[in-house]
């Protein structure tokens, strides 16, 4: 038997979907016990041939579909920002000012795809391992409140999974980040159109980008996997609900920002903010308004990710 708490994750870069790397370093992510989830699944191909006494045919097994999810606690992580990229599409850049560090990441149209290791190690010291290739970030989203863990979840799909391959990979491992695990607390300067309000009771945040496998002719596993949508960016804030004239959220494009510890700071050019509405189920009076990120002529994007330190 294999308990919850003896499964470890890993990541590593790929340049070609379906290869695993053979060199490089697979970087450690620290997920939330019990949240893993990975499978393949085969799509049901269902018959209506009849056969003698009322019978049917056998259904098949169609095409496969692998996917997967963890949650993990957010903090300073180079795996954390290999599924930004993924989930993006693009690399990490020197930006003005430049010569500093490639410390900013932009939403882009490159594939970025990388390998899921999942180590289980059993009752009598017994490793196997299960390798996910070809993995792309759908989804990531978190939730800030004061006092809790700043939790996220990243969604992803994969082109392939190989499952009890015998004790764990070669390449070199590189454990998870030691910097703490930040609070919502440590979710600081939302700013709005400039407006920074200190009294943020709450922050909920999501970037997903729609990806599906793509089958052809031969094979139930998947070509490759491509964009199947435009990217949507989309949140709430809540706020203790000010005395006098509320923060000007105009419902025209605004930008917005917030930083995670003194780690990263996300930045929105264009937002769309809607109406307020009050919140009178709290102790405190508070309000909640929904954001939705759009493309901005001058920023030449939707989102930016900048690397604090």
């Known amino acids: 038997m294999i308990?919850?708490?003896?499964?470890?994750?890993?990541?590593?870069?790929?340049?070609?979907?379906?290869?695993?790397?053979?060199?490089g370093t697979l970087l450690g992510v620290d997920h939330v016990l019990?949240?893993?989830e990975l499978y393949k699944e085969s799509e049901r191909v269902e018959s209506n041939t009849v056969k003698p006494n009322r019978a049917k045919a056998l259904d098949r097994r169609g095409k496969d579909r692998v996917m997967g999810s963890f949650k993990f606690r957010i903090h300073k992580d180079a795996a954390f920002e290999l599924m930004l990229q993924s989930l993006l599409g693009?690399?990490?850049?020197?930006?003005?000012?430049?010569?500093?560090?490639?410390?900013?990441l932009i939403s882009g149209v490159k594939?970025?795809?990388?390998?899921?290791?999942?180590?289980?190690?059993?009752?009598?010291?017994?490793?196997?391992?299960?390798?996910?290739?070809?993995?792309?970030?759908?989804?990531?989203?978190?939730?800030?409140?004061?006092?809790?863990?700043?939790e996220g979840t990243v969604e992803f799909i994969a082109v392939d999974l190989t499952e009890g391959l015998a004790g764990a990979s070669s390449l070199t491992a590189q454990a998870a980040n030691a910097s703490l695990e930040l609070l919502g607390d440590e979710v600081t300067n939302i700013t709005i159109s400039g407006v920074t309000l200190t009294d943020y009771t709450k922050l909920s945040f999501s970037i997903e980008q729609p990806r599906d496998h793509v089958h052809v002719l031969g094979s139930t596993l998947a070509?490759?996997?491509?964009?199947?949508?435009?990217?949507?960016?989309?949140?709430?804030?809540?706020?203790?609900?000010?005395?006098?004239?509320?923060?000007?959220?105009?419902g025209a494009a605004?930008?917005?920002?917030?930083?995670?510890?003194?780690?990263?700071?996300?930045?929105?050019?264009?937002?769309?903010?809607q109406r307020p509405k009050n919140d009178?189920?709290?102790?405190?009076?508070?309000?909640?308004?929904?954001?939705?990120?759009?493309?901005d002529n001058t920023a030449a994007t939707d989102i930016m990710i900048t690397r604090l330190s």
């Open 34 to 36: 019990g949240s893993l």
């Open 280 to 295: 009178f189920g709290a102790n405190v009076l508070e309000a909640q308004a929904d954001v939705s990120a759009g493309y």
């Open 111 to 150: 594939r970025v795809p990388f390998a899921l290791v999942v180590t289980y190690t059993d009752e009598t010291g017994t490793v196997t391992r299960d390798q996910a290739l070809g993995c792309e970030v759908t989804k990531l989203s978190f939730d800030a409140e004061n006092s809790a863990g700043l």
């Open 3 to 23: 308990s919850n708490a003896d499964i470890k994750l890993a990541v590593i870069k790929q340049t070609v979907a379906t290869t695993m790397p053979t060199t």
């Open 223 to 250: 070509k490759g996997i491509m964009a199947s949508a435009t990217r949507n960016i989309s949140g709430s804030v809540n706020y203790l609900k000010p005395t006098g004239a509320t923060p000007a959220f105009t």
């Open 254 to 273: 605004q930008a917005m920002s917030f930083g995670l510890g003194g780690f990263y700071l996300i930045s929105t050019p264009s937002v769309t903010v």
């Open 90 to 104: 693009n690399d990490w850049t020197d930006v003005a000012p430049t010569g500093d560090a490639n410390d900013t």
